[in-house]
């Protein structure tokens, strides 16, 4: 387990902002407890420091993982969000959308949202901006990119793509965790 370094850390930041816009200083400095990032195996961990110096304690072979996965970094050096950062992407999202309940299922199986899926967005959503996926019930379902702007969505045909999906809740369910874990 390491700190991240520069460009890491950088990288890691740009995609976070992608989706919580400056809200990213809030998960550093809360109000409870200073937490950090934490790199193990290519993994990026969200850590409280307390857990952070209680794990130092640990073999480095022996520690699997420590806080929550927020994504990884691919060989080619980008950053990939799991859908284990939902909770605080969820917290701090700037641009979100909510489904139609016909819709949930669909995204929930891994495919993109539809015009005619789409229940609400929020104003001003720009286009190829990070977006919170909800359902009417405002439980987070997951988290994808918007294919169009808030204004064009008005004016789209029932069958153009709204949202290209990123991850789900619905990984769980279908076996794919051996890719985020």
């Known amino acids: 387990m390491r700190p991240l370094t520069e460009d890491e850390t950088k990288t890691l930041f740009q995609k976070l902002a992608e989706y919580m816009g400056r809200s990213v200083e809030r998960l550093i400095n809360r ?59 969820a917290q701090y999202s700037k641009y ?48 994808g990119v918007a294919a169009q702007t808030t204004d064009a969505c008005k004016e789209l045909d029932p069958t153009a793509n709204v949202v290209l999906h990123q991850a789900d809740v619905g990984e769980f369910l279908r076996g794919l965790e051996d890719d985020m874990f």
């Open 96 to 143: 979100k959308v909510w489904l139609k309940p016909s819709a949930e299922m669909s995204f929930l199986y891994g495919n993109n949202v539809l015009k005619s899926g789409l229940a609400r967005i929020t104003e001003s959503t720009p286009q190829y901006a990070g977006v919170v996926v909800y359902n009417l019930a405002d439980i987070p379902l997951g988290f």
């Open 31 to 89: 109000s409870d407890e200073r937490h950090c990032f934490r790199l193990i195996k290519d993994r990026v961990y969200y850590i409280s420091e307390s857990v952070m110096k209680s794990s130092t304690s640990i073999n480095k072979d022996s520690l699997l993982h420590c806080g929550t996965c927020l994504g990884k970094f691919t060989k080619s050096g980008k950053f990939r969000l799991h859908i284990t950062a939902l909770d605080y992407l």
